[in-house]
T-cell receptor, first 115, second 113 residues
């Protein structure tokens, strides 16, 4: 099973709403990632978790709040977003970070629209 | 700073043709290189991973090569099919950057009947 599952697939929210994106993998991977992708652009790294601890934060605004409750789950909490935050949010996982992360596996993404 | 370029940006070929997608990178101190495909509005599907010590990897009709010294990788697709239509992205992991992939801007491939 090389699957990373993301929910919801689509999300529309107002600028004052609070919502969350969820990501789950059961491959025993210990590194998990959030990427943001705008139309016709490559993905941009947002956060990396290693063994449930935040390893990298690419200077992401605090209106995006990641959480890794256990090794299989990764959440992205959203609050007071701006219309320019509308994008495809991709979750990925890999075996680990030590010695390089190896192959990354991505989910199908959550399409976020901020009104 | 690593820069990854993919040429061409778009490509249209008739079904059955063999084709080559190119990926160039400026910093040869890489740990690995990964090729992905992305269908419109979808996530990324991993196609092939090449470690820096490897020269090529094969999976079915796909073959990826790596020439680290010249900063190039190619993805060869044999006997293309309409189902191969997608955007193909290469991504490079530099040594010392822990886990931050640098993506190319992609090649949008259309295989016509």
């Amino acid at each position: 099973d090389t699957e990373v599952t993301q929910t919801p697939k689509h999300l529309v929210m107002g600028m004052t709403n609070k919502k969350s994106l969820k990501c789950e993998q059961h491959m025993g991977h210990r590194a998990m990632y959030w990427y943001k992708q705008k139309a016709k652009k490559p993905p941009e790294l947002m956060f990396v978790y290693s063994y449930e601890k935040l390893s990298i934060n690419e200077s992401v605004p605090s209106r995006f709040s990641p959480e890794c409750p256990n090794s299989s789950l990764l959440n992205l909490h959203l609050h007071a977003l701006q219309p320019e935050d509308s994008a495809l949010y991709l979750c990925a996982s890999s075996l680990g970070l030590a010695g390089g992360p190896g192959e990354l596996f991505f989910g199908e993404g959550s399409r976020l629209t901020v009104l | 700073k690593q820069e990854v370029t993919q040429i061409p940006a778009a490509l249209s070929v008739p079904e059955g043709e063999n084709l080559v997608l190119n990926c160039s990178f400026t910093d040869s101190a890489i740990y690995n290189l990964q090729w992905f495909r992305q269908d419109p509005g979808k996530g990324l599907t991993s196609l092939l991973l090449i470690q820096s010590s490897q020269r090529e990897q094969t999976s079915g009709r796909l073959n990826a090569s790596l020439d680290k010294s010249s900063g190039r990788s190619t993805l060869y697709i044999a006997a293309s099919q309409p189902g191969d239509s997608a955007t193909y992205l290469c991504a490079v992991l530099n040594t010392g950057t822990a886990s931050k992939l640098t993506f190319g801007t992609g090649t949008r491939l259309q295989v016509t009947l």
